[in-house]
């Protein structure tokens, strides 16, 4: 027993240092066992998912000494702190592997970050491995960290699209907004991705069990640019609701069909006690029981309505596809409702 228990806790030592070094990757969420998924949390706590991108970027960098003169020359330009020498070294050529390390840092810089943004974009195919791996780092610099989720909208890849589903996951609110707004561009841009509904639904639910305080403190800590593009949500209705709900829904739209869910979105933030119950009704019958209970108390609050839920709910009894058509009659009704409290809101200004 003794001796069982050395090697035991040897092979969880060197294990530890394999995972770490990135010399072994395993895919927690491929893991079917629960004691094994159980230990393999426990030797690598709280390091999410940026390990497992550290054996493939192994294969993007390069030792300096390895470079020619040329790249090491462009690197100390890249490294030197003047903006206008950093620019001229951008425009050199192509953001190739060996100087995306130096690169990346970069897009914390404001003087700068426009450029550099734009040089990866145009390779982000070839640099998305680093990429990923600087999202999901916790020690990176944030401002660096909240301009990558955009430019992996560039590429459909998996590994892209997986980084950007881990990206939901991290403590930051910031940053997983910004994830969840570039997976609903890449959705928007091809249809053809799918998303794991479990998976969307399990992140979902994470986002919905938190306390009121905690839901109504969530905020960007830099406001999108003026007339960024949206994928799920309007400007009117994203001054009026809360970031975390837009969130929630943004999120629910890799899952659910985006049309009526953005049309139930609009219907909750009217001032009509029917279009608000059809919108109700209809999420009501598409999300599952347990994202519904914990997502209805915000939504009360959200509409700013008296009514009561259950008993818009329960007074129907239409089936799904009743609902769904019910609710997709209702869009007209809906804008006209949203254009006429805009309009209101806009008088109330001046």
């Not at 960024?228 to 970031?243: H, K, N, T």
């Not at 929630?248 to 985006?258: E, G, N, Y």
């Not at 209809?282 to 009360?300: A, G, N, T």
Request: glycine share 4%; charged share 30%.
């Amino acid at each position: 027993l003794f001796v069982a228990r050395r090697l035991q806790s040897g092979y969880v030592r060197e294990l530890e240092q394999r995972l770490e070094s990135g010399v072994a990757r395993i895919d927690v969420d491929d893991i079917d066992d629960p004691m094994a998924r159980s230990m393999i949390e426990t030797i690598v706590p709280d390091l999410g998912a940026s390990w497992e991108f550290k054996a493939a970027a192994h294969d993007e960098e390069v030792s300096e000494h390895e470079l020619d003169d040329e790249m090491r020359s462009r690197i100390d330009e890249l490294r030197c702190g003047d903006a206008f020498r950093v620019l001229s070294a951008l425009k050199q050529g192509p953001i190739v592997p060996a100087l995306v390390r130096y690169v990346v840092p970069l897009l914390g810089w404001d003087a700068v970050s426009a450029h550099v943004a734009r040089a990866l974009s145009e390779n982000a195919a070839d640099v998305e491995t680093s990429l990923v791996r600087s999202l999901l780092d916790r020690n990176m610099d944030a401002a660096v960290r909240r301009r990558i989720p955009g430019l992996l909208t560039r590429t459909t890849s998996e590994r892209a699209i997986d980084g950007l589903l881990r990206g939901l996951l991290d403590s930051s609110f910031e940053i997983r907004f910004l994830c969840g707004r570039a997976l609903a561009r890449i959705h928007a841009q091809d249809s053809s991705v799918a998303f794991d509904r479990h998976r969307v639904f399990t992140i979902v639910l994470r986002e919905t069990r938190v306390d009121r305080g905690v839901w109504e403190r969530q905020r960007l800590l830099e406001e999108l640019e003026e007339g960024a593009d949206e994928p799920f949500v309007s400007e009117y209705l994203r001054q009026r609701s809360s970031r975390s709900l837009q969130h929630v829904f943004t999120v629910l739209s890799l899952a659910l069909d985006k049309k009526p869910l953005q049309v139930a979105f609009q219907g909750l933030y009217t001032d009509d006690p029917i279009l608000r119950g059809t919108a109700l009704e209809y999420l009501e019958s598409v999300l599952p029981e347990d994202i519904r209970e914990s997502l209805w108390p915000f939504l009360e609050k959200e509409g700013k309505q008296s009514t009561s839920l259950d008993a818009i709910l329960h007074s129907s009894g239409r089936n799904r596809t009743e609902v769904l058509e019910s609710l997709m009659q209702s869009h007209h009704s809906i804008q006209l409702n949203l254009k006429k409290l805009r309009r209101i809101v806009r008088e109330d200004e001046t």
